[in-house]
């Protein structure tokens, strides 16, 4: 299928007229498509994972890792997983495996770390999984922060020997002197990227290395909360999707050194009252968002299309709304977003969105209240 000229489309921001669930075609600018069921049952699925051989890992909060494999849903959970802090937002949350999966057997899983009482923290494991289960697990990351929900927790790789990861602000809340938040200090882990070497040590050329006071793993700041992260193969661009408060959710082109304005500058509003937050939504020497949702969509779940399946969908961004029950793709020309075009709705919250290796779009829905929910495959038609 061709494409259309993108300066045709600059600006467009569409609203594709896709059916609910059950029925046959969506239909979105360049592609129409189908939704499938791929596995069912399972219970609050935050991260999907495909590993060579055809097997796919999805993560549930509560603390379970699921294989699905030749389409069912295995009824026992992974042996091995490492104990959660399952409340709230918290729990078992991203999975990646290591870029030499099928040579090493490492799978990486971010989770809420329990600390004691009614306090946990991000962290993040590696283990070999084998047999169905993972054995040799230890941990290679601990973020410094305390507080209830926004524990960030995406995890990518760059091919390159180093994994990054999101942290949240865990929810400090944002009063009095707002450059005072803990987001806008290098001395915690509070609304950061991180990158890390695969064994958990910091890179000798993180921007923060040296410098007195900072922590030397942080490879960005000034974060809310990052629940979607993905980087570009073709470019190595690295982007994440984070939550803003009442409205204002933010695409963000994730560079080194670079502080990205929370709570300082932004475009939500407080919940409840809706009074101000932000000084403004700009200011010299704080990344501006290449994207915003006002109002918010509970941005999760971020991947780069680099698939064959859907030609016209190539280097595009698709990202997930929880509260918007939506799935966006955000067409590029280069580092800008063109076009916004809502290419699935009413199916749930979109906890999850992953390309798999058939070429076709993979979500997770995560519907409250622990009832069961899908993995569903966006497949097209010709």
């Known amino acids: 299928m061709s494409r259309a000229p993108r300066t045709l489309l600059a600006g467009a921001f569409l609203l594709a007229a896709s ?55 295995l009824p026992n959970p992974v042996d091995g997983v490492p104990e959660v802090f399952a409340r709230g937002q918290g729990g078992l949350l991203d999975v990646v495996p290591h870029p030499d999966f099928a040579s090493n057997r490492l799978l990486y899983l971010s989770y809420s770390k329990p600390l004691g009482g009614d306090e946990s923290t991000t962290a993040v494991v590696r283990g070999r999984f084998e047999g169905d289960r993972l054995t040799g697990v230890e941990e290679v990351f601990e973020a410094q922060t305390r507080g209830r929900g926004h524990y960030g927790s995406r995890l990518v790789f760059d091919g390159g020997g180093h994994l990054f990861i999101t942290v949240g602000d865990r929810q400090a809340p944002p009063r009095g002197d707002l450059e005072s938040h803990p987001a806008q200090d290098v001395s915690n882990h509070h609304g950061v990227v991180l990158r890390i070497n695969e064994d958990g040590t910091v890179p000798d ?61 932004g475009y939500g509003v407080n919940y409840g009252s809706g009074a101000r937050i932000h000084e403004s939504t700009t200011r010299e020497g704080m990344e501006n968002p290449r994207h915003v949702w006002v109002p918010s969509i509970g941005t999760s779940g971020l991947t780069v299309y680099t698939g064959g399946a859907f030609p016209g969908w190539q280097g595009d961004l698709f990202a997930g709304g929880l509260s918007g029950e939506v799935l966006y793709r955000l067409e590029m020309d280069g580092q800008e977003v063109i076009v916004r075009e809502n290419v699935l709705h009413g199916v749930g919250r979109i906890r999850d969105v992953r390309q798999g290796p058939d070429g076709f779009l993979y979500v997770a829905v995560d519907h409250r209240g622990g009832n069961p929910t899908p993995i569903l495959r966006l497949e097209p038609v010709n």
Do not use: C, K
């Open 19 to 73: 059916p609910a669930l059950g029925q046959d075609v969506h239909r979105t600018a360049y592609h129409d498509y189908r939704v499938v069921t791929v596995a069912d049952g399972l219970v609050n699925p935050w991260s999907i994972a495909f590993l060579p051989g055809g097997d796919m890992l999805v993560t549930e909060r509560p603390g379970r890792l699921r294989i699905v494999r030749n389409g069912s849903l």
């Open 205 to 265: 050329d993180n921007p923060f290395v040296g410098q007195e006071g900072a922590l030397p793993e942080i490879w960005s700041f000034g974060h809310r909360n990052a629940q979607g992260m993905t980087r570009n193969p073709a470019t190595g661009d690295l982007w994440i999707t984070e939550h803003g408060p009442q409205g204002g959710d933010e695409l963000n082109l994730v560079q080194p050194g670079l502080n990205y304005g929370w709570p300082v500058v």
